[in-house]
């Protein structure tokens, strides 16, 4: 048994945010919470985080109860909010530190942490001096200082540019493979490029839970590129599997390809061979994007 959610609602006044939303997570994934604006995202991080104690039903982290348990829970889970409240004026370890001695960890791999978040050049440097992708950074480096079992990101990606972004992305993956992850976001692409399983919320009800390979399942490749400079089409259609390349916006381009081999690293050879830069770079998911504009009509 991991995290497992039954029949929660919270209501503002008349408002109901939640109602009655069930799900179970499990330990090695991670899970993509998908919704628009007010869907009831955030407010399901605050219940989960502790920030909310007024709600109704029933959560258990791996069999303890959050209602009774929470301190104890709250040292096995990490956060990242939305909004990544930091102190800018203490220097990137000291915070780390800090945020350690706050979970009571006496001796915490402050170099291992900063190593997997890349912040191991910028361990002396102060929070206020960083790019907002290396706060974010410092922000996600708080949140697994104390190893939790449980790591809840909201926009965790926000800010970064493609380069951190990728790094992200794949740190991210690699915490899934021991640890129950929420990626809560807006972002379908996030959801495509880092998770396992998405669940897509929308006016406080769950109206999709699958395994994102079950919607990648026979549907066509694309590839969504931006680079740096135009490129001509006949060009990227020149790429072996290649069936059709559209301009879709300035310098983006979405590449529709035969076969189920992930032809990313064919784009980067070509981006290299050619002296571009990629800004950006993932596989579009068809079926997610058409689902997610079904479940959650303006």
């Known amino acids: 048994m991991g ?3 039954e029949h929660v609602t919270k209501n503002y006044g008349k408002l109901q945010a939640l109602k009655g939303i069930s799900m179970e997570l499990k330990k090695g994934e991670v899970v993509g919470l998908l919704g628009p604006n007010g869907a009831g995202k955030s407010t399901l991080m605050k219940i989960l985080t502790g920030a909310f104690t007024q709600w ?28 990544n409240p930091l102190y800018p004026e203490m220097f990137v370890a000291e915070y780390l530190k800090y945020s350690a001695d706050l979970y009571q960890v006496s001796d915490p791999p402050l170099e291992d942490i900063m190593e997997k978040t890349g912040l191991k050049d910028h361990a002396r440097s102060k929070i206020n001096t960083l790019s907002k992708g290396y706060k974010q950074r410092v922000g996600l480096a708080a949140a697994l200082v104390h190893n939790p079992e449980v790591v809840i990101l909201d926009e965790p990606t926000t800010g970064l540019d493609p380069n951190q972004l990728i790094e992200i992305r794949k740190l991210i993956r690699e915490l899934g493979k021991d640890k129950t992850v929420i990626l ?84 980067f050879d070509f ?28």
């Open 3 to 5: 995290l497992v959610i």
């Open 56 to 83: 109704e039903g029933q959560i258990h982290f791996f069999k303890q109860n959050l209602r009774t348990e929470l301190q104890q829970i709250q040292k096995k889970t990490g956060y990242l909010p939305e909004n």
């Open 184 to 267: 809560s976001t807006h972002v379908l692409q996030e959801v495509d490029a880092i998770c396992d399983r998405v669940i897509i919320i929308n006016k406080g009800a769950i109206v999709l839970d699958q395994p994102l390979e079950s919607l990648r399942k026979n549907q066509q490749q694309i590839i969504e590129v931006s680079f740096d400079y135009r490129v001509e089409t006949e060009a990227l259609a020149r790429l072996d599997q290649v069936e059709k390349v559209k301009n879709t916006h300035d310098f983006q381009y979405e590449i529709y390809l035969k076969g189920t081999e992930d032809q990313r690293p064919a784009v």
């Open 271 to 298: 981006a290299h061979d050619n002296g571009l830069k990629i800004l950006s770079l993932q596989l579009k998911n068809e079926s997610l994007e058409k689902l997610f504009n079904e479940l959650t009509p303006n």
